[in-house]
């Protein structure tokens, strides 16, 4: 290809991803960094306590905070015999004469010196025109990939990845290019939807939906692209993964589900517990067969199938009945009898309250830290009870 390495070339993350970024980091890292702010008030002086609670949010603000960086500084220039890559951290650079050869995996492209010591060049392959580059690579230099007898036995889809710009390939290149575009946009809008779940879920329904949508996505997605995409994630496969958006968005409704509401009986649950999680477990198996039994294919990603396939199966079904519930309330007022804090279980302040409603004996309420510093025995609770989408009941005390 024409491409003079002697040039002046400057490659930056592609425009679509900085505006991804853009848009959506700085309003979540203000609300990340504002929630420990918020509880540094209502814990009052608490200081284990507030780092317990604040740890997930700010360790989310950290991630994002650095990824933004990243985006924002992230170069590549290859000029006057030098490749560089600089980003928000480090700068690598090498001398054209120096590199031994390149690789490529589902998220890099590295040029590998010839001295051990020193650090290889990566360049992510959500860079603009990163195409130019392999192809460029793929004409002046060795593939280390295919020298790699364990790489080798993907070859089909490692060498999708190597030869051309996206706008050259065809057939299973051009594939390929999309399920690894496709991926990444499903895995990075799941990574963004679970601080929204656990955090701040307004609108709730529109956050319930992206958390009980993009599991299905991603299955969708494996259909699309057959023997493309893989549920986990083996560092010698060069396949795209999906691991992230099939079980992250359903520990996060998992977890807000524990926050927002008790079922009256957990057992009542299961008639559509068993039937969501069978069908994501199927649909998975059968979407993912090449990968899992095809001549190259492995049983591994089986387990991550299956822990993903409960986490749905238990968390949807909880999930929808609850946001999309338009019944009638019913509203008691049981008698606190007793309270006290367990830290095992989240939220971790629970109130005992006389019988009431569907209950015959005197039943665990929980409640925020707040309110249950209020509540004094004898104190009388507002406990509402709702129906439930799916037909299962439910309820959540009113502060």
Same mark, same amino acid.
């Given at each position: 290809?024409?491409?003079?390495?002697?040039?002046? !070339?400057?490659?930056?993350?592609?425009?679509?991803? @900085?505006?991804?970024?853009?848009?959506?980091?700085?309003? %979540?890292?203000?609300?990340?960094?504002?929630?420990?702010?918020?509880?540094?008030? @209502? !814990?009052?002086?608490?200081?284990?306590?507030? &780092?317990?609670?604040?740890?997930?949010?700010?360790?989310?603000?950290?991630?994002?905070?650095?990824?933004?960086?990243?985006?924002?500084? +992230?170069?590549?220039?290859?000029?006057?015999?030098?490749?560089?890559?600089?980003?928000?951290?480090?700068?690598?650079?090498?001398?054209?004469?120096?590199?031994?050869?390149? /690789?490529?995996?589902?998220?890099?492209? @590295?040029?590998?010196?010839?001295?051990?010591?020193?650090?290889?060049?990566?360049?992510?392959?959500?860079?603009?025109?990163?195409?130019?580059?392999?192809?460029?690579?793929?004409?002046?230099?060795?593939?280390?990939?295919?020298?790699?007898?364990?790489?080798?036995?993907?070859?089909?889809? /490692?060498?999708?990845?190597?030869?051309?710009?996206?706008?050259?390939?065809?057939?299973?290149?051009?594939?390929?290019?999309?399920?690894?575009?496709?991926?990444?946009?499903?895995?990075?809008?799941?990574?963004?939807?679970?601080?929204?779940? &656990?955090?701040?879920?307004?609108?709730?329904?529109?956050?319930?939906?992206?958390?009980?949508?993009?599991?299905?996505?991603?299955?969708?997605?494996?259909? %699309?692209?057959?023997?493309?995409?893989?549920?986990?994630?083996?560092?010698?496969?060069?396949?795209?993964?999906?691991?992230?958006?099939?079980?992250?968005?359903?520990?996060?409704?998992?977890?807000?589900?524990?926050?927002?509401?008790?079922?009256?009986?957990?057992?009542?649950? /299961?008639?559509?517990?068993?039937?969501?999680?069978?069908?994501?477990?199927?649909?998975?198996?059968?979407?993912?067969?090449?990968?899992?039994?095809?001549?190259?294919?492995?049983?591994?990603?089986?387990?991550?199938?299956?822990?993903?396939?409960?986490?749905?199966?238990?968390?949807?079904?909880?999930?929808?009945?609850?946001?999309?519930?338009?019944?009638?309330?019913?509203?008691?007022?049981?008698?606190?009898?007793?309270?006290?804090?367990?830290?095992?279980?989240?939220?971790?302040?629970?109130?005992?309250?006389?019988?009431?409603?569907?209950? +015959?004996?005197?039943?665990?309420?929980?409640?925020?830290?707040?309110?249950?510093?209020?509540?004094?025995?004898?104190?009388?609770?507002?406990?509402?009870?709702?129906?439930?989408?799916?037909?299962?009941?439910?309820?959540?005390?009113?502060?």
């Amino acid at each position: 290809m024409d491409f003079d390495p002697n040039g002046h !070339h400057v490659y930056r993350i592609e425009r679509g991803w @900085r505006v991804f970024f853009y848009v959506l980091v700085p309003p %979540l890292l203000l609300l990340l960094v504002g929630m420990p702010v918020w509880e540094w008030q @209502r !814990h009052t002086g608490r200081l284990l306590a507030w &780092l317990a609670y604040s740890a997930m949010p700010l360790g989310f603000a950290a991630f994002f905070l650095y990824g933004l960086a990243e985006i924002i500084k +992230s170069r590549t220039v290859i000029a006057n015999g030098v490749i560089t890559q600089a980003g928000a951290l480090s700068t690598t650079s090498l001398q054209l004469v120096e590199i031994r050869g390149f /690789q490529v995996d589902r998220n890099y492209l @590295r040029f590998i010196p010839t001295d051990k010591r020193k650090r290889p060049v990566k360049i992510s392959l959500l860079t603009e025109h990163v195409g130019e580059i392999i192809a460029w690579a793929n004409d002046y230099y060795p593939s280390l990939n295919r020298e790699n007898k364990k790489t080798a036995a993907a070859s089909p889809v /490692q060498e999708a990845l190597v030869p051309a710009p996206f706008a050259e390939l065809s057939g299973s290149g051009r594939k390929l290019a999309e399920a690894q575009q496709t991926a990444r946009l499903l895995n990075w809008c799941s990574w963004l939807t679970v601080p929204w779940l &656990l955090f701040y879920p307004e609108p709730y329904t529109l956050a319930i939906s992206a958390g009980l949508l993009l599991p299905l996505a991603a299955i969708a997605a494996q259909w %699309l692209y057959p023997g493309m995409l893989r549920a986990d994630e083996p560092d010698a496969a060069p396949a795209p993964s999906l691991g992230v958006s099939l079980s992250i968005p359903s520990i996060g409704l998992f977890v807000r589900m524990l926050l927002d509401a008790e079922l009256v009986s957990t057992a009542t649950i /299961q008639t559509w517990a068993y039937p969501a999680g069978g069908g994501f477990a199927l649909l998975l198996l059968a979407g993912g067969w090449k990968q899992l039994f095809g001549k190259n294919g492995n049983g591994g990603p089986i387990i991550i199938i299956l822990i993903a396939a409960v986490l749905y199966g238990y968390s949807a079904p909880v999930a929808y009945n609850v946001a999309f519930d338009t019944g009638r309330p019913a509203d008691y007022r049981p008698v606190l009898l007793r309270k006290y804090i367990n830290d095992d279980e989240l939220p971790g302040f629970s109130a005992v309250v006389e019988p009431w409603g569907p209950f +015959s004996d005197s039943t665990t309420v929980h409640v925020s830290k707040a309110y249950y510093h209020r509540l004094r025995p004898g104190n009388r609770l507002r406990v509402r009870l709702m129906p439930g989408a799916l037909g299962i009941p439910w309820f959540k005390v009113q502060e």
